[in-house]
């Protein structure tokens, strides 16, 4: 990457569309209803999903925006079974490790209501797994190193579109950050300067499955306008 200033170019935006206020008022409630029925899932059926999907889902992710358009994500889909269950039984040693050693008794405590536990059956039962990684920095052409900025933001930001992508889709998802999670990038054979930041699981909800009994903060809770 030249560390030269370039002249900035600039193209005509004709992608953007502009809407009627009541149209405006009624595709944001619609869109706000649709994400208030988005739920955590921790079952899921092994039914499978086209791959197209997640493809389209992660496709959607790509478009958010970064620091400098670096765009410092990478997104490993994983379908394969067996890498599943790799993945799975590293997660579980270091899941273990978190609530027998690590994990103080306040954040159990924090945890208890959702009632997990160091067993992580989903990711072996979903069909798929999205291992998302943020570059710390870029390597160019002749692999010397560049700078990334606001890479966990920006891949943050990300990861939030891929969410509400696969729940537009109809799929439900899991966020899943065992801590450390350095075995991620040894299974799925990533460079050195790309960092795990959250595995997310995808697939059907398994039949009569249950979520915990909790609720989002109302709008005045979390809604300052000044």
Do not use: C
Request: charged share 25%; no cysteine; hydrophobic share 40%.
């Amino acid at each position: 990457m030249s560390t030269t200033s370039a002249t900035p170019k600039f193209l005509p935006l004709t992608t953007w569309h502009e809407y009627p206020q009541p149209e405006m008022q009624q595709r944001a409630s619609a869109f706000a209803d649709e994400m208030q029925r988005r739920r955590t899932v921790r079952e899921y059926s092994t039914r499978p999903v086209p791959r197209e999907v997640i493809l389209e889902a992660v496709r959607a992710a790509a478009s958010a925006p970064s620091g400098a358009n670096l765009q410092p994500w990478h997104f490993v889909i994983v379908e394969s079974p067996g890498v599943r269950k790799t993945i799975r039984d590293a997660a579980e040693i270091e899941e273990r490790e978190f609530y027998t050693r690590r994990a103080p008794d306040e954040w159990l405590a924090a945890l208890a209501p959702l009632g997990t536990d160091e067993n992580k059956p989903f990711l072996e039962d979903a069909p798929y797994l999205i291992a998302i990684f943020y570059q710390r920095y870029g390597l160019d052409a002749d692999g010397r190193k560049f700078k990334t900025y606001y890479a966990p933001e920006s891949v943050g930001i990300a990861t939030g579109l891929l969410i509400g992508a696969l729940h537009h889709a109809g799929l439900a998802t899991l966020t899943h950050t065992p801590s450390p999670m350095g075995f991620l990038r040894e299974i799925l054979h990533r460079p050195i300067n790309e960092t795990p930041y959250l595995l997310l699981v995808a697939g059907y909800p398994a039949d009569e499955v249950k979520v915990p009994d909790i609720r989002r903060k109302p709008a005045s809770e979390i809604i300052t306008v000044v």
